[in-house]
């Protein structure tokens, strides 16, 4: 299904929905079995959850109160998003560059905007994001879509703001559904793109090619917070055939799949700090390999 869709191999949906029963476990302390009723779980902070969302704030971010225990680190942000795309400067597509320029831009304001002590430089699972997004909304009518695909800027918008695919915007899921190895090598191809200006201050590690894996949690230093609930973000009216009613979405399962990280490592299901020591050396190796 996630093929005809959304155009992503099961490859790529098996490595993203194995991972919510990770953290599940890792959150509940218990096996969550092969079904997960809801993906709230994955709003943990600093599991897969991380800082410097394209589009999302940041669990504390410092301007809330010391009685507030966190913001909202689920939902679509639009002005979060916003600094996102003032990268851009009204650029009609992203490159691998853009998007790594983007990524730092968003790691420096996320810096600056959380709680001191609280920022952890995700890029592995940022990156791997970005991946999904070349996957789907790359724009398959220009000639370089196979070898370098850009993604069209106007499809990310409504699909992020809308949480609904841009049909009316001439979208369709990409022909040839992108798997786990283009989504790797596209988060590959952007942490290693040579940016042409950083923003300040930056995370150290944070710039130049073949860069250093980023500050992920130790072994032994994860810890589990409180989940926020917050109204569902109601994103502005589509037409009813291009959303999904989540009432009506099957469960999700993932019987046949063995536990994976987001590089495709199996690992035990409850060792997050494991699955992220083996993203950053994965990692790191492609992006020497790269460069
Ligand atoms: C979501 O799933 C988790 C894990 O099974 C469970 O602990 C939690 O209560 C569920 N939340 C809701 C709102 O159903
Ligand atoms: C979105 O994020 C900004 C910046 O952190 C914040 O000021 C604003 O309150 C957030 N909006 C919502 C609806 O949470
Ligand atoms: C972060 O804060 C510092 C000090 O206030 C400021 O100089 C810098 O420009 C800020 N960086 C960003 C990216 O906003
Ligand atoms: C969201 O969908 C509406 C209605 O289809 C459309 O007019 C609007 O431009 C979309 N928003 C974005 C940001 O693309």
Known sequence: MPEALLGIAESAIDTALVNAFVVCKYVTGVDCGTTLTNLTILAEPHAFEHDHSFSREDYMMSYLPESAAFSDNQNFNASIFETSLDVLEGSSHVDYEQM???????????????RPGWFLESKPIQEFEAGFIFAVMGDFNLPDYNSTPTIRVDWWKYWFTNESFPYELGWHPPTVPRGAAFVLSASSEVL?????????PLVSGAVGMADAPGTLNKAGETTTYQIPTFAPYAAPGVGAADKRDVTTTTEATATAVPLKNPYMQTLAPSDIAAQQAVATSLMSSLSAASS
């Open 100 to 114: 790594n320029q983007i990524r730092l831009q968003r790691e420096a304001l996320s810096l600056n905007a959380t």
């Open 192 to 200: 290693a793109a040579q940016v042409t200006s950083t923003p300040a």
